[in-house]
C-alpha cells in the first residue's frame, strides 16, 4: 500500500496530525528516532489545559479562537475530556493580580469565598476572591498521546525509529526542525508531580503571582502535577532548585497540606516557539512544517492539525496558514 504522507516527529504535533490526515482518509507513516511518546518529549512535560480563555491574558486572539475548538476535536479523537472549568484565584497581597487577570481575559463570573468553597471545598476560608472560567477543560496528556498512539496502530500506523520517507513530508519535530526553520526558539518549562491524598480537587487551578505564577492540574487519586516555569531557553536538562522550589512554595502557598505531599516526578524540556508565539503551518521546498506550539501544545495542536490537512489534501489556505519564503530554498533533510 503506497503511503500519502510521511510525518516526522511523534509528539502531540505529529500524533494530532497523523490523526487528522487519516481520519480524513489519508494514508500516513510515522518517523521517530525516539520512538513512541515519552519524558524525551516536551508533549510528555504538559498540564493539558484547554483553557483559551484564560490563555487570553497573555496571547493573542487568534490562540483564543482556534483553542475554543480543541475540547470537541478531543473527545471526537476518543480521548476523555474533563469539562469542569477553571479556578483562578490569588493570595490577599496580591488582590490586584486578579484584578489585572479579569481585565485582560473573557468568559469568567466573580466568586466571593463562599462561590470559591462551593466549587473547591478544600479551599473554603482560604481565598476571598476568584474567578471562575467555567467552560474551560482539561485533559491528560499522557493518555491523550496513549489513545492517538493506539487509535493509529488499528489503523495499522505504527511509529518507526527510521524509515524511507514516502508521499509528502510534514515535518513536525519542535525544536529539532531548527536546521529548516531557525527562527524557532526555545522555551524551557518545568514542572511537579506531586502525590497528596489529603487535599481534593475537581478542576484546574491557577493561583496568580507577580513572580512565579502556579497552575495545578488534578490527576485523580489524590496526584497533582504543578506547572509551570516559562523561561527563554533550549535546554533539557534536569529540573532546576530555583523553579523546583518556586511551585512548591506557590503550591504550599494555595494549601498548606501540600507540605506533606510526595514528590513523585520532576520534568523539564524546551517547547518550540516563533517570535510571536503563535503556532503555524508553514509551507516550504521539500515539505510543511507544523510547529511553534509554545505552551498551548494540546490546546492548539487540534487546530494547526486540521489546518495542515485542509491544505495537503484539498488545498485550502487557512490564517493560520504562513507561506515563509526564506524557506524555499531550505535542504532537504
Known amino acids: 500500500m503506497s503511503i500519502d504522507f510521511t510525518i516526522l516527529g511523534a509528539g502531540v504535533a505529529?500524533?494530532?496530525?497523523?490523526?487528522?490526515?487519516?481520519?480524513?482518509?489519508?494514508?500516513?507513516?510515522?518517523?521517530?528516532?525516539?520512538?513512541a511518546p515519552g519524558p524525551h518529549g516536551c508533549s510528555w512535560w504538559a498540564g493539558g489545559m484547554l483553557a483559551p480563555h484564560c490563555e487570553s491574558e497573555i496571547s493573542d486572539e487568534i490562540v483564543v479562537r482556534h483553542g475554543l475548538r480543541a475540547a470537541d476535536w478531543w473527545a471526537k479523537a476518543g480521548v476523555p475530556v474533563t469539562h469542569r472549568g477553571t479556578l483562578v484565584v490569588t493570595l490577599a497581597r496580591d488582590r490586584?493580580?486578579?484584578?489585572?487577570?479579569?481585565?485582560?481575559?473573557?468568559?469568567?463570573?466573580?466568586?466571593?469565598?463562599?462561590?470559591?468553597?462551593?466549587?473547591?471545598?478544600d479551599l473554603a476560608d482560604r481565598h476571598e476572591r476568584g474567578l471562575f472560567f467555567g467552560t474551560e477543560a482539561h485533559i491528560e496528556p499522557r493518555v491523550a498521546l496513549a489513545v492517538l498512539r493506539e487509535g493509529l496502530a488499528?489503523?495499522?500506523?505504527?511509529?518507526?525509529?527510521?524509515?524511507?520517507?514516502?508521499g509528502r513530508l510534514v515535518d513536525c519535530r519542535g525544536l529539532e526542525a531548527r536546521d529548516h526553520l531557525p527562527a524557532l526558539r526555545g522555551v524551557r518549562g518545568e514542572m511537579v508531580v506531586l502525590r497528596c491524598p489529603q487535599i481534593g480537587l475537581s478542576r484546574p487551578?491557577?493561583?496568580?503571582?507577580?513572580?512565579?505564577?502556579?497552575?495545578?492540574?488534578?490527576?485523580g487519586n489524590g496526584i497533582f502535577m504543578l506547572g509551570a516555569s516559562q523561561l527563554e531557553g533550549d535546554s533539557r536538562g534536569p529540573s532546576t532548585?530555583?523553579?523546583?522550589?518556586?511551585?512548591?512554595?506557590?503550591?504550599?502557598a494555595l494549601h498548606p497540606a501540600f507540605a506533606e505531599a510526595e514528590v513523585l516526578e520532576l520534568g523539564a524540556n524546551a517547547r518550540p516557539g516563533f517570535a510571536d508565539n503563535i503556532p503555524r503551518v508553514v509551507v516550504g521546498a521539500d515539505r510543511v512544517f507544523v510547529n511553534g506550539l509554545f505552551r498551548h501544545g494540546y490546546l492548539?495542536?487540534?487546530?494547526?492539525?486540521?489546518?495542515?490537512?485542509?491544505?495537503?489534501?484539498?488545498?485550502?489556505?487557512?490564517?493560520?496558514?504562513?507561506?515563509?519564503?526564506?524557506?524555499?530554498?531550505?535542504?532537504?533533510?
Not at 481585565?103 to 468553597?117: E, F, K, P
Not at 488499528?154 to 514516502?166: N, S, T, W
Not at 494547526?304 to 515563509?324: K, P
Not at 519564503?325 to 531550505?330: G, V
Open 96 to 121: 490586584r493580580e486578579l484584578d489585572r487577570f479579569a481585565r485582560r481575559t473573557d468568559g469568567h463570573c466573580w466568586l466571593d469565598a463562599a462561590g470559591i468553597a462551593a466549587l473547591e471545598p
Open 14 to 35: 505529529g500524533l494530532t496530525t497523523a490523526q487528522e490526515l487519516t481520519t480524513r482518509g489519508a494514508r500516513v507513516q510515522i518517523i521517530d528516532p525516539h520512538g
Open 241 to 252: 532548585l530555583r523553579s523546583t522550589v518556586e511551585l512548591l512554595n506557590a503550591a504550599f
Open 300 to 333: 492548539m495542536s487540534p487546530a494547526l492539525a486540521m489546518t495542515a490537512a485542509d491544505y495537503l489534501l484539498d488545498g485550502q489556505n487557512s490564517e493560520l496558514l504562513l507561506s515563509e519564503p526564506l524557506l524555499q530554498e531550505a535542504p532537504c533533510a
Open 205 to 219: 487551578v491557577r493561583l496568580l503571582h507577580p513572580r512565579y505564577p502556579l497552575y495545578i492540574v488534578p490527576r
Open 154 to 166: 488499528d489503523k495499522g500506523v505504527e511509529i518507526m525509529p527510521d524509515a524511507p520517507h514516502q
